[in-house]
C-alpha cells in the first residue's frame, strides 16, 4: 500500500505549496490513468471522423442514462449517503450499472465522505481551490488520497464480500459492457456508445465538482464554497442542486422544492412505489426552511 508523506490523518496528504496536489499513487499508476482518459476522450473523435451509424447512438442512449443511474443514484445517494434502503440484489445491481463507469462503491463512497467532511480545505479530493486542472482532471488521475483513508470511511459497505470484490476487479463491468458494445457493432459503436458516454459523464461530473463550489447561489449558509447551479442541475438529472446537498446530505432529494427539477429522486420515489427500495429519506421543513431567503 502507497503511503503519504505527510498525510493527515486517515491517509490524506497535505496540499503543496501552489496548489499541486501531493500523490497518493504510483507514478506507474497515475500514466496508466492519463492513458486511459486520454483514450477515452481520442476514440469517440477517431470514431465520429471515420463515420458512425444510427445504431451507434442509439446505444450511446442506451448506456449514458443506465450508467448515470448507477453512479448518481447508486454511487452518491445510495452508497456515499445511504439516503434510502433497498434489497442485496439491487444493490448489487446499482454497483455493476456503476462499475461499467470503472469506479466501485467503497472507492467512491470513501472519497466522497471525505470530500463532505473535508470541503473546501487542502484535505478535500477534489476541491476547486486546487485549481481548475487538478479538479477536472487531476484529482481522478491522484486524488492525493490512499486506501487507508477510502476504507476508514467505509466500514459499512465492507461487509459485503461481493463490493469488496468491485474494489479489487473494479474494471471488470466496464470491460464486460465494453467488448459488448464492440461485439454488437464494432468500433464505432464501442467508440461512441461505451467510451462516449463515459467522457460525459467523466466531464459531468468534474464540472459539477468545480462550478457548483464556484459559481451558482447560496440558499444556506453551508461551512463549505457550494452553490446550486440550476445549468449543472439540469445536466445532471439534479445533481447541481449542489448547496441544498451539503446543507443536508442525508436527504435522497438534492432538489429541495417543486421547481428545483431532481430526476434522481423521482427516479428513487418510482422504485420507493414499486417496492424495490424503501425507507426514502426526505428533509424535514425545520432545515428545508432554515436561513431561506
Known amino acids: 500500500m502507497t503511503r503519504v508523506a505527510g498525510a493527515l490523518p486517515g491517509g490524506i496528504a497535505r496540499s503543496r505549496a501552489g496548489g499541486r496536489r501531493p500523490c497518493a499513487k504510483s507514478p506507474g499508476e497515475r500514466w496508466r490513468n492519463w492513458l486511459f482518459i486520454g483514450a477515452l ?3 469517440p473523435v477517431a470514431a465520429i471522423l471515420q463515420g458512425t451509424t444510427r445504431a451507434d447512438w442509439l446505444a450511446f442512449a442506451v448506456l449514458y442514462p443506465a450508467s448515470c443511474v448507477g453512479i448518481g ?4 445517494r445510495y452508497f456515499a449517503h445511504r439516503s434510502f434502503r433497498t434489497s442485496r440484489a439491487f444493490q448489487l445491481a446499482l454497483a455493476v450499472f456503476a462499475g461499467t463507469a470503472f469506479t466501485d462503491p467503497i472507492g467512491f463512497a470513501g472519497k466522497h465522505r471525505l470530500h463532505h467532511r473535508h470541503s473546501d480545505t487542502p484535505a478535500d479530493v477534489h476541491s476547486p481551490s486546487m485549481g481548475f486542472w487538478s479538479c477536472w482532471f487531476g484529482s481522478l488521475i491522484d486524488d492525493g488520497c490512499d486506501e487507508t483513508a477510502v476504507r476508514a470511511m467505509t466500514p459499512d459497505l465492507a461487509r459485503c464480500p461481493e463490493l469488496v470484490w468491485l474494489r479489487r476487479y473494479f474494471w471488470v463491468p466496464g470491460v464486460a459492457v ?17 467510451c462516449g458516454s463515459r467522457v460525459l459523464m467523466l466531464n459531468l461530473a468534474s464540472a459539477l465538482n468545480y462550478f457548483c463550489h464556484r459559481l451558482g447561489t447560496r440558499r444556506y449558509a453551508t461551512p463549505d464554497r457550494s452553490t446550486n447551479n440550476v445549468l449543472v442541475a439540469l445536466l445532471t438529472f439534479g445533481e447541481g442542486w449542489h448547496n441544498n446537498h451539503h446543507h443536508y446530505p442525508a436527504s435522497a432529494r438534492a432538489g429541495f422544492f417543486w421547481w428545483e427539477i431532481d430526476p434522481f429522486y423521482y427516479a428513487i420515489r418510482l422504485l420507493a412505489w414499486l417496492g424495490i427500495v424503501w425507507d426514502v429519506r426526505e428533509v424535514p421543513d425545520r432545515v428545508r426552511y432554515a436561513h431561506v431567503d
Open 41 to 43: 476522450h481520442a476514440l
Open 73 to 76: 443514484m447508486g454511487l452518491h
Open 178 to 194: 465494453g467488448a459488448l458494445t464492440w461485439c454488437l457493432g464494432g468500433f464505432s459503436m464501442f467508440a461512441v456508445a461505451f
